[in-house]
């Protein structure tokens, strides 16, 4: 049960894109189309952004949008913006009803 | 809408002992698995536990199995965590969140989550 591996942070100026990277095993991300990212502001709850992958849930700007090659999924936030400014993390199922987290990444809008 | 209310936590001795509960509403609670998650200060989600539908099956990370109890009372639509035996590394928020999956579902991810509870363990 290892954490996902993201970078500690990104940064990006308002209108441009990023992505952020969530590396697992064969295990986990590898093996089930279960990724999903959350998006938390100082001192709230973290928010659902992306689930199985690549939807979105209802509400969420179609500026988020998730993908998953090999082990490796990704998040990519185009059209910065200013409010997007948070930690994400990314979470997989790893089997037998247990999950795991990502680390974590700080999105700084420049 | 769903809407999860945490309740329980505190300040606790380590080696003490503390029951969380998670109000559920606005949707049929007996019907969803219920996960909870913890985040220490300052630091990342991590996933504590897990409970299907109607109680049979639970599951939780390695780090707090034989300490940590999940359960739920669909009468009373409230999910459970009993931490017993809290170590300092314990001290987090925990909250409770939604599990999408339907009932013959193995769980699919935390969806809805409540605001949280803060659970600090010092002596």
Redesign the interface.
Known sequence: ?S?LTQPASVSGSPGQSITISCTGTSSDVGNYN?V?W?Q?HPGK????MI??VSKR?SGVSNRFSGSKSGNTASLTISGLQAEDEADY?C?S?AG?????????TKLTVL | QVQLVESGGGVVQPGGSLRLSCAASGFIFSSYGMHWVRQAPGKGLEWVAFIRFDGTDIYSVDSVKGRFAISRDNSKNTLYLQLNSLRLEDTAVYYCAKDPGSRDSSGYYPGDWGQGTLVIVSS
């Open positions: 049960q954490a279960l999903s959350y938390q709850a973290p928010k659902l689930y199985e849930p993390y979470c199922y037998s009803s247990t999950w795991v987290f990502g680390g974590g």
